[in-house]
């Protein structure tokens, strides 16, 4: 698996390709600078979107083919249908950006999960702060279409219960998760933009 590769490779037509390019780039340098091991996934989440649409897909990066598409919930002190608050910080119930790695499924108080841990400075302290993948009953397009927006969770990436446990078995134990938004400090700061793939070392 190249670790240059480009957004054009992959039949993805709901996710932005600037975001892809920066996931991928993202996860280049994450892998040549030691901070992660080859991964065969990497997800993409785009908090730029509404809560209301599909903003969380899984690529597979050996086929290059994306294996889900979905609705995927923010934290409540991120805001409403839109997320634009983020933060690392304990009890801020604010979603965080950047690359974390996907590491083992446990069954806790949120049912399946999937423990998250941070690379960046914007989200170091997700194993700390529980950040996880796991199902939750107020992600659904029901939801979406009665409140205008989907349920909020404390900070982690919430997915409808119908597909979360395939999701985080597909995912678990090594796969990249890069959570993006427009935001120009962590774009600036961020290790595995701002620094390594500015300089083109993916």
Known sequence: MPLAMAASQFDAPHLN???LQLALNATGCAVVGGAADLPRTLTVIDY?????????????LVTREVLFEELV????????????????????HQSSLGLFVAEDAYTGKNGYSLRLRGLEPSNDRALERAIVIHGAPYVSHQSAATLGRLGRSWGCPALRPDVAAEIIDRVKGGGLIFAYYPDKTWLGESPFIGGCAAHGRT
């Open 48 to 60: 730029s979107r509404a809560s209301t649409k599909p903003r969380f897909w899984v690529i597979d």
């Open 17 to 19: 390709p600037n975001v």
């Open 73 to 92: 919930a923010h934290g409540s002190g991120s805001g409403d249908n839109f997320a634009t608050r983020f933060s690392n910080d304990a009890d801020s």
